[in-house]
T-cell receptor, first 117, second 111 residues
Framework: GAVVSQHPSRVICKSGTSVKIECRSLDFQATTMFWYRQFPKKSLMLMATSNEGSKATYEQGVEKDKFLINHASLTLSTLTVTSAHPEDSSFYIC?????????????FGPGTRLLVL | SQQGEEDPQALSIQEGENATMNCSYKTSINNLQWYRQNSGRGLVHLILIRSNEREKHSGRLRVTLDTSKKSSSLLITASRAADTASYFCATAYSSASKIIFGSGTRLSIRP
């Protein structure tokens, strides 16, 4: 089956620094990727839709200057949390939709746990 | 924003019993999907049911969809300890649109 990886799986950083999270589709091309955020014991909240070669589409209430998304290739999307603060600590999950095949199916990465001190 | 609400929020049953989780949503959908998430891990896709389907089976899983009531249910038969996880429904407005997750049900299976 299609595999999506995320790197790093866990990161601890100091307040004020920026953190980059990578989402890769390993064995398929993905024109569209999605970034979600999940708080403990809560559901996944869609943050933005990442489109290869164009600007990401952010959900209402998500600061695009705070959460920078770049989708420069068909297999890689990155989420950069800029000037991170403790309230940005969360579990970040990406998913990828395979280009030109069954558009209904999204494949999820294993998630990245971010802790901002 | 979340599209779906799930109930119960938490469910604890004895191993071997059946577990039923419900999902309600607000607007018309193209399809509804169920996912499982083990604690602190990524999501595993379980089953997808389209708006023109009423019931679908996959192994010990049975999913129903009632578009008139805007609700779906997930039944896990003969539960096992390994079924302990959080279960989420997710809805899509069109076949290629983003999916929005429900609030989830935390299922615990007692040995």
């Amino acid at each position: 089956g299609a595999v999506v990886s995320q790197h790093p799986s866990r990161v601890i950083c100091k307040s004020g620094t920026s953190v980059k999270i990578e989402c890769r589709s390993l064995d398929f091309q993905a024109t569209t990727m999605f970034w979600y955020r999940q708080f403990p014991k809560k559901s996944l909240m869609l943050m933005a839709t990442s489109n290869e070669g164009s600007k990401a589409t952010y959900e209402q209430g998500v600061e695009k200057d705070k959460f920078l998304i770049n989708h420069a290739s068909l297999t890689l999307s990155t989420l950069t949390v800029t000037s991170a603060h403790p309230e940005d600590s969360s579990f970040y999950i990406c998913s990828a939709r395979e280009t030109s095949v069954n558009q209904e199916t999204q494949y999820f990465g294993p998630g990245t746990r971010l802790l901002v001190l | 924003s979340q599209q779906g609400e799930e109930d119960p929020q938490a469910l604890s049953i004895q191993e071997g019993e059946n577990a039923t989780m419900n999902c309600s949503y607000k607007t018309s959908i193209n399809n509804l999907q169920w996912y499982r998430q083990n604690s602190g891990r990524g999501l595993v896709h379980l089953i997808l049911i389209r708006s023109n389907e009423r019931e679908k089976h996959s192994g010990r899983l049975r999913v129903t969809l009632d578009t008139s009531k805007k609700s779906s249910s997930l039944l896990i038969t003969a539960s096992r300890a390994a079924d302990t996880a959080s279960y989420f429904c997710a809805t899509a407005y069109s076949s290629a649109s983003k999916i929005i997750f429900g609030s989830g049900t935390r299922l615990s299976i007692r040995p």
